[in-house]
């Protein structure tokens, strides 16, 4: 099963910018759509980001449509949020899973993705 380890979280000020990243090891994530969720205190995890596994398909969470970017770059087995015009309620903490199967083409279920990295958090004040 791919490891999966988040970076690139922090406290940032609203309006700012953050880029997370998602990287493997053990499994390489080529093959793979990827998703990003976030989970606020007292909140249910949220779908924010996917990303298919040619990198072709992108789909986002209304609430960051415009604002967040998903990528990959598969020569580094890295898959990027680029978070822009950070506001409070995007305060969270941000994982990263990917796809149970190869050559899916992302998806907004959790129940799609089998493997979850620990999550890195996103703190955004007003």
């Known amino acids: 099963q791919v490891q999966l380890v988040e970076s690139g979280g922090g406290l940032v000020q609203a309006g700012g910018s953050l880029r997370l990243s998602c990287a493997a090891s053990?499994?390489?994530?080529?093959?793979?759509?990827i998703g990003w969720f976030r989970q606020a205190p007292g909140r249910e995890r949220e779908f924010v980001a996917a990303?298919?596994?040619?990198?072709?398909?992108?789909k986002y969470a209304d609430s960051v449509k415009g604002r967040f970017t998903i990528s990959r770059d598969n020569a580094k087995n890295t898959v990027y949020l680029q978070m822009n015009s950070l506001k409070p309620e995007d305060t969270a903490v941000y994982s990263c899973?990917?796809?149970?199967?190869?050559?899916?083409?992302?998806?907004?279920?959790?129940?799609?993705?089998?493997?979850w990295g620990q999550g890195t958090q996103v703190t955004v004040s007003s």
């Open positions: 053990g499994r390489t994530l080529n093959n793979y759509a």
């Open positions: 899973a990917a796809d149970r199967f190869r050559y899916g083409s992302g998806s907004r279920q959790e129940g799609t993705f089998g493997s």
């Open positions: 990303i298919s596994w040619s990198g072709s398909d992108t």
